[in-house]
């Protein structure tokens, strides 16, 4: 066992998504500042940012029905639609600048224009999807947006979903062609390459321990050699924890106020993926359903075309499940070893206000087969058993904590922890999740460096022109950033490139 000093200006925990974006917009507003990564895996993008452990969906709200709720007075909610919208279009912008600046190369290799539609049935979620529609399709952020009740043009649309119905069922679905399937896990992996070949020091097989804060007000990092089980030191003025669900424990170990009565509440997913070409050449899109009633939002269940090592393939779910671990590849004792005496209050209140949430999510993970097919029979009436498995999907930790809404209250979305003197912070969370990276690396940059932000801004408004602008409000901006962002990213001519999954 060893100790190895080292001391660096930046240093990223884990290399998810949110590390690789955080990494390379460092990287452009200031180029000389020495980044170290530590990833505890083999290899970057391997967690929840890998193409197999999440749904690859280019969340901008376009077909989640979660982000579009119904008001008490019937009317539609948009806001957190709009909201969604335009963080992703800041992704796109992003995306474009490192395609444009040849910062990484062939968009196809991780971007695909795919409809994103949402389908529902019976007359009151008819109705509801009508409305949303209404209240949506006038909004400049949704044009293009289609709706049909009509068996025929349903047909057209999703064949697969509409054979085998009964005529009279009352069925509707809304398109809209611009939506995307994003590989976020070739596009880790494509930002670590880049920020390798600027001299980033990425060290795989390394796990970050624990934090000591120096009196010099750095922090100091106990990292183990997963392999040898060496421990090195390692200093630096700016810790980003982008651990993904280990996150909640590394917090926690920083000792900062603000990680103070936080807890995790841990969501795993199982996909079901069709081993059949000639099903899964009959579909093409993105079909979102209503969550089930006492079902998280993120188990809402969707059948997706996906282009993953470049094939098309279909893959339904995400079903949604309960394990204690808060990585794919953590530990049983994850949920236990994260009850601390200043959170375990807030732990116990949300286990039980969540009691029925809990249960919902061990009768999930208790589904045979034969059952979640029956599930699977919604969308595809006459889809075979024989013609799907199952893949375990990653492990999504929702944020526990007191709000107005009361003690120990369960989260849905991202939450950027950070120390009131901005040396460190931490990203809690996963939903919007990795569309909306750059948005949230943005936020993380805004809270630690705002004594750089004045001279950065030109650089990241070259990054992403919408900074800081109202893209709904700014319809000419907005069209201008569509046709650009489809054009570097190639949307729309690529379905050519890809074969059908043998
Ligand atoms: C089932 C499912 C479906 C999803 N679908 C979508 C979707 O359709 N669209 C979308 O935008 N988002 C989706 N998400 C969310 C998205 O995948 C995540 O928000 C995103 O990948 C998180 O990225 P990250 O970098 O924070 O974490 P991760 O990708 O999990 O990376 C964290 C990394 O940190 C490492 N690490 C952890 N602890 C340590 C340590 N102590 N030392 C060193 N390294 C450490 C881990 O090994 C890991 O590699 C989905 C997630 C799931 C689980």
Redesign the pocket.
């Known amino acids: 066992m060893s100790s190895i000093e080292n001391k660096t200006d930046v240093i990223l ?7 690789a974006t955080l990494g390379t917009i460092l990287k452009e507003l200031a180029p000389n500042w020495e980044i170290k990564v ?4 083999a290899n970057a ?5 890998n193409e197999w ?5 280019g ?1 901008a709200a376009l077909c989640e029905l979660n982000y579009t709720v119904e008001k008490p007075d019937g009317s539609i909610d948009i806001s957190k639609a709009i909201q969604i919208n335009e963080q992703f279009q800041g992704s796109m912008q992003f995306w474009s600048y490192l395609v444009n600046s040849k910062l990484i190369n062939n968009p196809q290799d991780f971007i695909m224009q795919l409809p994103h539609m949402s389908m529902v049935q019976g007359e009151q979620n008819v109705t509801f999807l009508k409305k949303r529609f209404e209240a949506l399709s006038n909004n400049p952020l949704f044009q293009g947006m289609e709706f049909s009740e009509d068996p025929e043009k349903l047909m057209e649309w999703i064949p697969l979903i509409m054979q085998g119905r009964p005529a009279n069922e009352a069925i509707a679905a809304t398109k809209i062609d611009s939506g995307t399937d994003v590989n ?1 896990g070739a596009l880790t992996r494509m930002m670590f390459d880049h920020l390798k070949s600027k001299n980033v020091d990425i060290q795989y097989k ?4 624990n934090f000591k804060r120096t009196k010099d007000g750095l922090w100091e990092l106990k990292v183990r050699n997963v392999h040898s089980g060496n421990i090195e030191r390692h200093t630096a003025k700016f810790i980003f924890i ?5 996150s909640v424990h ?1 917090l926690q170990k920083t000792g900062i106020p603000e990680g103070k009565r936080i807890g995790g509440f841990p969501v795993s ?1 199982i996909f079901m993926v069709c081993n059949n070409p000639e099903v899964v050449a009959q579909h093409h899109a993105k079909v979102y359903g209503k969550a089930r009633v006492g079902a998280p939002p993120m188990s809402v269940p969707h059948l997706d075309t996906r282009y993953i090592d470049n094939k098309k393939s279909l893959l339904f779910g ?1 079903f949604a499940g309960f394990s204690p671990k808060f ?1 794919k ?1 953590g530990s049983m004792f994850d949920l236990v070893t994260s009850v601390k005496p200043d959170n375990v209050v807030t732990m116990l209140a949300a286990g039980a206000k969540n009691m029925p949430l809990t249960k919902y999510l061990i009768e999930q993970v208790m589904l045979s087969k034969e059952q979640r097919m029956e599930e699977l029979c919604e969308f595809i009436p006459n889809a075979k058993i024989e013609d799907w498995d199952l893949v375990v ?4 930790v929702q944020v526990i904590k007191d709000t107005s809404a009361g003690k120990g209250t369960l989260q849905f979305g991202t939450e950027v922890i950070s120390a009131a003197d901005g040396s460190i912070a931490a ?1 809690l969370g ?6 909306t990276a750059v948005h949230v690396m943005l936020e993380v940059i805004n809270k630690c460096f705002p004594q750089h932000i004045k001279e950065w801004e030109p650089k990241i408004k070259e990054m992403i022109p919408s900074y800081g602008v109202s893209l709904m409000e700014n319809s000419v901006l907005l069209r201008e950033i569509h046709s650009s962002t489809a054009d570097t990213l190639g949307l729309g001519h690529k379905e050519q490139l890809f074969s059908v999954a043998q």
């Open positions: 925990i884990g290399a998810g998504i949110m590390s530590f990833e505890k895996l993008g391997e967690e929840s940012s452990n999440n749904a690859g969906t969340h976020f390394h796990s970050v321990d982008g651990g993904g669900g280990g590394l997913g995400p990585l590849s999907a990653g492990q999504r990203l996963a939903s919007p999740g990795a569309s």
